[in-house]
């Protein structure tokens, strides 16, 4: 009977939890934002980004908590190739320039939630990379990022109602370059 009654409650707990409102389903692309302050926000789909920019809208009366659910250090993760090297070339040097800025876009990924960032590398010095001459190669840009998984509890205050958007917050700490190969 106990054991009937668990698997009872462990399936109650699963529909609970798989519920999706129909919105929801309707657009399963990632949405990432870029804030003022360079830091990236990742959301499953518009639904919960919608959801998410309700907590801004003053006329609404909705009241929001934030918590950090988790939080990851990725360090020393390729971004990608930046706008300098758009073709794999044999050559054994780069240079970099003063004063040039390099971007470049990837994607990151935590737990079950993951979407595209875009950072970029300022150089505020001339300098030099030596690379193998015999394979092809490209500058990559890379980061040291901080993955927040956040969650916010948005209450209707007209209606009550709970709704709950999980979402990541993407912080590069530092950005630099070095050599990629094919």
């Avoid at 409102?21 to 990236?40: F, N, R, W």
């Avoid at 390099?102 to 994607?107: E, M, Q, R, T, V």
């Avoid at 505020?124 to 193998?132: C, D, L, P, R």
């Amino acid at each position: 009977m106990k054991k009937m009654l668990s698997s009872f409650c462990i399936i109650a707990i699963i529909l609970t939890f798989t519920f999706v409102p129909v919105s929801a389903m309707e657009s399963s692309e990632k949405i990432s934002v870029i804030l003022e302050t360079g830091d990236t926000l990742i959301f499953n789909n518009e639904y919960d980004y919608n959801l998410y920019l309700t907590k801004q809208n003053p006329e609404l009366r909705n009241v929001t908590a934030t918590i950090t659910v988790s939080t990851e250090y990725q360090k020393h993760k390729l971004i990608g190739p930046t706008n300098l090297t758009p073709s794999w070339v044999k050559t054994d040097l780069y240079t970099i320039s003063r004063g040039r800025n390099y971007s470049s876009s990837g994607s990151v990924s935590y737990k079950n939630l993951s979407g595209n960032i875009s950072t970029s590398y300022s150089s505020s010095v001339q300098f030099s990379m030596k690379a193998n001459e015999l394979r092809y190669s490209k500058i990559g840009l890379y980061a040291d990022l901080t993955v927040q998984h956040k969650r916010d509890y948005i209450t209707d205050m007209n209606t009550g109602r709970v709704t709950e958007v999980n979402y990541l917050q993407v912080r590069a700490t530092e950005t630099y370059l070095a050599i990629i190969y094919k």
